[in-house]
């Protein structure tokens, strides 16, 4: 039992390690507070709760069921890397073209809060969780550690499996942190700083698209 439970915490700091570069809940949750522009404390937090238990579903059903789901439509890592990757440039783009701060001083007349978070609950899914908190990246790394704690006996390979999940949820409650209160960080570095950070953000979003979209055909010609 001792080395069962030394292999488990082993997983669960793997598994935390290889999961928080490619989430990367700190610098994402600044790349998605533009979209949490002029929401209360309650529905940014909110809104943060669900995209954290969106990030935690789509990470598990990934971990248990995403390969099947991958060889059922004949699809590889790779492709997912390059359409993950041109899904985020087209968000970075669209960021970079769009004058969010014009939106929040003029808002759409007769525009309540409560409308203008029906309108973000669309986006909470995609594009927030899926492709920016969570994309691609992601999902090659949960296959990889997923191929790396297979082992033969069943009782073994829960126990590695509860591990990742483990680590799938402790990186879930540092999105909600930080999405919750990246605002802040935000708005104390006053208006202007605020403008320039969203601007570089975007232009950062741009360069990860690009990045793991050019990963995606790297690892298409030389596999």
């Known amino acids: 039992m001792p080395i ?34 002029g929401l209360s404390r ?27 789901i991958l060889e059922l439509f004949g699809l590889s890592v790779p492709i997912i890397q390059l359409g ?25 007349p007769h525009e309540s809060d409560e409308e203008e978070f029906a309108r973000l609950e669309g ?8 492709p920016i908190t969570t994309g691609a990246g992601t999902i090659a790394v949960l296959f990889t550690l997923s191929a790396h704690v297979q082992e033969k006996s069943f009782t073994e390979y829960m126990l590695n499996n509860a591990a990742l999940i483990i680590s799938i949820l402790g990186i879930a409650i540092l999105i909600f942190i930080f999405y919750v209160n990246a605002g802040r960080l935000i708005r104390y570095m006053g208006s202007r700083t605020e403008k320039i950070v969203n601007r570089l953000m975007a232009f950062l979003i741009f360069c990860v698209g690009l990045q793991i979209a050019v990963g995606g055909v790297t690892n298409l010609i030389h596999p």
């Open 4 to 37: 069962h439970f030394h292999s488990f915490l082993e997983i669960v700091f793997l598994g935390f390690i290889a999961l928080f570069p490619v989430v990367n809940p700190i610098g994402t949750a600044l790349l998605v507070d533009p979209y949490f522009s």
């Open 123 to 130: 986006k909470l899914f995609y594009p927030i969780t899926f």
């Open 42 to 68: 309650k529905e940014r937090v909110s809104a943060a709760r669900r995209i954290s238990i969106y990030a935690l579903g789509l990470c598990v059903f990934t971990l248990f069921i995403g390969h099947w």
């Open 84 to 108: 993950g990757g041109i899904m985020i440039c087209k968000i970075g783009w669209e960021f970079l073209t769009t004058d969010k701060s014009s939106e929040r001083t003029n808002p759409p």
